[in-house]
């Protein structure tokens, strides 16, 4: 049983590709990441969210060992990142903010001189590489001549040169248009289908619920919750909408009741059709206590109309969890 306990877990650690442990980062005495931690596995597509000043692109930073975190582990297949950083990277491709690109070269100029700074890379790599993120057409053509979409996917296919098991991608949907960010999506999706682990941060939730397998939130430097998007959806609070006959009444029934909050009509995105003629009472609540509500409803004489439960997008989940705050 030992045996097969310990082949379990060496199993385990070889599916996961990037592993984040309690990793924290003071900066001139001040906690910037409090406490991170999450797994990417393979072939997972891993969503990273949270409001400007979170800590996304300084985690994304330790990540690629362009700054030191202050305690923590950071393992790259296996390998730490503090301790053998030139082992751990070898696994990674990441572009981080804007990819860069010398505008006067062509897309072949731009990829070969990458090339000069990996062992093993040939022309055939390049050609494999522009194919995949669909440039071949004009690889040979100047960049100044490319579109931003077209900057992006060069800045990918030099992430991809050296055969990344893990490629970390920060923003790549700013300033795309939506036909762009539909490409892209498709893109990561095939690589990931390939058995490629992609780590996106991004500020698009519509995109991170369309794009990941799984998401961590992140806020004030402390991940808040890491899972499916359903996971998540289904593990809050759901939405319940009551409409009395006596709306004034059945609203002091539920603010009288702990477990029940009251949301605000400007702080819900609620469809308008679903909340029907009469005044509406939206609650925050677990979707098990309805039943007795209802029933204390009925002794106390109060009518019920309808009552609709409505599960949160992952829009409305970030911002609960996060207070509200802009998304960045």
């Known amino acids: 049983m030992q045996y ?8 385990a650690q070889q599916d996961v590709v990037l592993s984040v442990s309690s990793v924290k980062k003071q900066i001139g005495g001040k906690p910037i990441i409090k406490d991170v931690s999450f797994e990417v596995r393979s072939g997972e597509i891993f969503g990273f969210l949270g409001p400007n000043g979170a800590g996304k692109t300084t985690t994304i930073r330790m990540l690629v060992n362009l700054i030191k975190p202050t305690s923590g582990e950071i393992l790259i297949c296996g390998e730490d990142i503090g301790r053998h950083p030139e082992a751990a990277l070898r696994h990674v491709g ?10 006067y070269l062509t897309g072949w100029e731009n990829l070969e001189h990458f090339a000069r700074m990996l062992r093993g890379i040939d022309n055939a790599r390049i050609r494999e590489v522009a194919a995949i993120v669909g440039l071949d057409s004009r690889i040979h053509d100047k960049v100044k001549t490319y579109s931003l979409g077209m900057r992006q996917r060069l800045g990918i296919a030099q992430a991809l040169l050296g055969r990344p098991k893990l490629l970390i991608l920060d923003e790549p949907t700013n300033g795309l248009d939506p036909k762009g960010i539909k490409e892209l999506r498709e893109f990561v999706r095939m690589l990931a289908s390939q058995g490629m682990s992609l780590f996106i941060s991004s500020h698009l939730l519509s995109e991170i619920q369309l794009m990941c397998d799984r998401v961590a939130i992140i806020s004030r430097g402390e991940v808040l919750a890491v899972g499916t ?8 609070d759901n939405y319940v909408v009551w409409q009395f006959e006596q709306p004034e009444a059945g ?3 539920l603010a009288g009741d702990g477990d029940v909050e009251l949301v605000p009509e400007h702080e819900h995105q609620i469809d308008e059709s679903l909340l029907g003629m009469r005044e509406a009472v939206i609650t925050a609540m677990n979707p098990d206590r309805i039943s007795s509500l209802v029933e204390k409803a009925v002794r106390a004489g109060i009518g019920i109309v309808s009552v609709h439960c409505v599960a949160p997008t992952l829009e409305q989940l970030f911002l609960r969890m996060t207070e509200g705050e802009s998304i960045g």
């Open 251 to 253: 609203r002091r029934l």
């Open 94 to 103: 990441c572009i981080v903010e804007n990819p860069e690109a010398y505008s």
């Open 229 to 236: 998007v359903d996971e998540l959806i289904h593990g809050a």
């Open 4 to 11: 097969a306990s310990q082949e379990a877990r060496q199993s």
